[in-house]
Each structure stands twice: as structure tokens, then as C-alpha cells.
């Protein structure tokens, strides 16, 4: 059998199968195209990395997996969907089976030079099953996005909801390729992930800032065909450096809260920016990693005051600020609504936090205001995730027919949870409305 399946892709007789969404921010990840073409051919995706494309690559180390069962080449899975060897390597063997070129825009090769491997990808699949839903619904055909192995990444923006990162069924985490993978269900018991659990999730008021530059980079990966290296991210930096914080490396340090060890590494060629790096720039500036890269003119110039001019009085320094530059500042923190505690404007303006609150009440009450109202924001988020992790653990023990004991559910989210005041109220409201089955 395997022969001539073989004998069918030497031919070429392989489907021209064309990646989903190429040009869009859900464009279909390299990993999840391997699996929709063995599905095509009716066959499993191990055999079709086993017995077609490792005896291809001609790479001994690869056929020495294959011939053990091909783990070492699932365990690193993740690298397929990047810019290192194993999406080269293998992106290579599919064009030439599926007389496709556009494969690449389904890995992050075209930024190869520009982002490195370092905080990029996750490990372990992340999925939407609302994108799940929709697939079948417009398409008939669940793939998976590209977008969903950013490791920043852990929110459907197009669903305003969570990525899932373990089956419902089985409570497992799945890796990016497995010999049985399947888009749309799980690798390890095969069920459908397009389930949507209706545990009354809260919407989520989360900025979608740094997600919306990774889109446009996933998006970009068919066009952005321009020769960019680190010498292009270097210059940048050294750009935005002199037009926005008026050439001083600390200026950049002190607004964007980056070491300054760490730029001065970035200058000197030590290392490139890790994507969240580059994105905490690009989303300060308001701009995108090629608009980044191609030194676009920003609005923005540096509000942190100038060093203080010092003057001595009976031999005692003392400082004397640029009360305009301080106002300034404050207002830029108000407009902006930029969540920073008054000890931590104090220190950017080089002042004591008491001069703030004795010359700017307003100023410093509004400030105060906006900064409360994030810490509430992020306790919010988090009680909205862990209300959410225990309705989803309660139900996953129903379904496998286990009574949700405190030992049990604290054995999947963690011991001592349910001793928290709401979550342990989630708990008991859950078991007093489904009383009547646990009965």
C-alpha cells in the first residue's frame, strides 16, 4: 500500500492542496497543512512524515527518528511553524511534492533575520473552538491558524475569547504534530474541539494592541519579501532613538521600561529583540514591525524632562525642576491613560513623589484613578480566568462521570485554589445547580 502512495507523490500525483487564508492574520499554520494534506490522501500523518517526506529530506538524523517512531521530530514540532532549519528543510520537500511556492507564508521564514527563535513560538497547540465552528459552518473544512503558536498570544480576537490549551474531554494538552493529528480535534483521545462551553465567561476588555502587530506580521508573510536583517532592526532602533527621545538610549530605557543594558546590547549587535521587545516598541510608537523596519516618520516625541538644572545654596545642592515639562508629562499619562503608579512617575521625572502630590493634586487624583482602575482590571481578568477554569474542570469531571470533590478539582487547577472566597463560591453554586445529576 505504502508503495504506491509512494509511487503517487514521486509522480507529483500529490493534491495542489492550497493553504487557507494566505494574506489574512488567520492564514493556516505549516504544522496544520502537513495534517489537511494526509487527510486529503487518506492517510495518517505519521505515515506521511515517516514513509514520504523524511525519506526526502535525506537527513540521517531524521530517518534515524522515523525508524524509532519519529518523537524526537514531534517533540520539536513548534519549529516547524518558524524560522529555523526544520521549517526550511521541510518547507522545501512540500513545494517540491505539491508544486506549491507559497508555502512559507505558513511558517515565519520571510521575518527569519529579523526575529529570533527565543520567546517566539509555544510548545504546546492553542486553538479557538468558535474558529473551530466557523470553519465548519463557511468552509466545512477546521484548520488551524498560524496566529495560534505565538507564544504572546492567548486570545481570538476575532471570538474575544480565550484560546483553549487542553482537550475538554480528557483533560490533556496537545503538542503542535502528532502521528495522529487531525485539525479541529484532539490529538490524543480524537474528539472534536469545536465545542463551545456555555459557562457564562464575562467578555473580555483586554487591548488587543500587541496582538493586532503579530496579525499584521502573520498577515505580511506572503508579501514581505524584503531583504531585512539585523543590521535594518539595529538602525531602527538607533532612529526612533534620535527622532523620539532625542538621541538618548536612556530616554528609550526610562518611557518604555526596558533595561538600559539591554538596548545598549541591542546596538552593539549582541543580540536581537525578542518579539515582545520589538512589539512593546512598535505598539508605543503606534506603528507595525515593517513600518518598524522601514524607519516610518512617527508623531511622538520624548516627554521626560531634561536632567535638572542644579544650583548650590550654602553649599547644599538643591533641584530645580521644569515644572512645564512635569506638567507635560502628566498630562501625556492622563491622555494616554497609561497605568503608572505616582512612585513610578516620580522616578521617570527624577522627583520625590510628594512634590507630585503637593503641585498636581488633579493631575496626580486622575493618575491615581486610571492606575486603580487597571489593578481592578487585572483582578478582574484573573478571578474571570479562574472562575472559568473551575466551571471548566467541574464539567469536565461530570462528563467522565467522577463527583467534582475538592481533591479532585484541586488536583487539576492547582492545591489550595478552592479555599479562595469566589472561586470556592463557584464551586458550591456549580454543585447546588446540577445537585439533581450528582444526586
Known amino acids: 500500500m505504502f508503495d504506491q502512495i509512494y509511487a503517487d507523490f514521486a509522480r507529483s500525483k ?6 487557507i487564508g494566505i494574506g489574512t492574520p488567520y492564514v493556516e499554520s505549516f504544522s496544520g497543512y502537513i495534517s489537511r ?15 514520504i517526506i523524511t525519506p526526502m529530506l535525506d537527513k540521517r538524523y531524521l530517518v534515524n527518528q ?20 526544520l521549517a526550511g528543510n521541510f518547507i522545501v520537500a512540500f513545494e517540491k511534492l505539491t508544486c506549491r511556492k507559497d508555502l512559507s507564508a505558513t511558517t515565519l521564514l520571510s521575518w527569519l533575520s529579523v526575529l529570533p527563535s527565543r520567546g517566539l513560538l509555544k510548545k504546546q497547540r492553542a486553538w479557538c473552538s468558535s474558529c473551530y465552528e466557523d470553519d465548519i459552518s463557511n468552509q466545512g473544512i477546521p484548520y488551524e ?29 496537545n503538542p503542535i504534530l502528532t502521528r495522529k493529528s487531525m485539525p479541529g480535534c484532539c490529538f490524543i483521545c480524537e474528539k472534536w474541539l469545536g465545542v463551545i462551553l456555555n459557562n ?35 538602525g531602527a532602533i538607533n532612529y ?15 518611557e518604555l521600561n526596558i533595561p538600559l543594558s539591554t538596548i545598549a546590547t541591542w546596538l552593539s549587535g549582541g543580540s536581537l529583540p525578542e518579539i515582545k521587545s520589538l512589539i512593546k516598541i512598535c505598539g508605543f510608537l503606534r506603528i507595525n514591525l515593517s513600518e518598524f523596519l522601514n524607519n516610518k516618520e512617527v508623531n511622538y516625541k520624548s516627554k521626560v524632562i531634561k536632567n535638572p538644572i542644579v544650583r548650590t545654596t550654602d553649599s547644599k545642592e538643591r533641584k530645580r525642576h521644569n515644572h512645564q515639562e512635569i506638567n507635560d508629562y502628566l498630562n501625556l499619562v492622563i491622555t494616554d491613560k497609561l497605568p503608572l503608579s505616582i512612585s513610578e512617575i516620580a522616578g521617570k521625572l527624577g522627583c520625590d513623589r510628594k ?14 484613578g486610571i492606575y486603580n482602575k487597571h489593578l481592578k482590571y487585572m483582578k478582574d481578568r484573573r478571578d474571570v480566568e479562574k472562575l472559568r477554569e473551575v466551571e471548566e474542570v467541574f464539567y469536565q469531571l461530570i462528563r467522565k462521570n467522577e463527583y467534582p470533590s475538592r ?20 464551586w458550591n453554586s456549580l454543585k447546588e445547580k446540577e445537585s439533581i445529576k450528582l444526586g
Open 14 to 19: 500529490v493534491y495542489n492542496l492550497e493553504p
Open 37 to 51: 494534506l494526509a487527510i486529503q490522501h487518506s492517510i495518517s500523518t505519521g505515515d506521511l512524515m515517516a514513509k
Open 66 to 85: 522515523a525508524i524509532k517512531g519519529g518523537e524526537g521530530i514531534y517533540k520539536s514540532s513548534s519549529g516547524l511553524n518558524g524560522i529555523g532549519n
Open 145 to 173: 491558524r498560524l496566529i495560534w503558536s505565538f507564544e504572546m498570544v492567548n486570545i481570538c480576537t476575532k471570538h474575544n475569547c480565550y484560546l483553549s490549551f487542553r482537550c475538554p474531554f480528557c483533560n490533556k494538552t
Open 200 to 234: 457564562g465567561a464575562q467578555p473580555i476588555y483586554e487591548n488587543h494592541a500587541s496582538i493586532d502587530i503579530i496579525e499584521d506580521i502573520v498577515a505580511q508573510n506572503n508579501t514581505y519579501r524584503e531583504q531585512k536583517n539585523r543590521e535594518h532592526v539595529i
Open 240 to 254: 526612533y532613538i534620535n527622532e523620539c527621545f532625542e538621541g538618548k538610549s536612556s530616554r528609550m530605557a526610562g
Open 355 to 368: 512634590l507630585l502630590s503637593r503641585r498636581y493634586p488633579k493631575e496626580c487624583s486622575e493618575i491615581k
Open 407 to 426: 481533591r479532585k478539582m484541586e488536583k487539576i487547577i492547582g492545591e489550595g485554589v478552592l479555599q479562595e472566597s469566589l472561586l470556592q463560591q463557584k
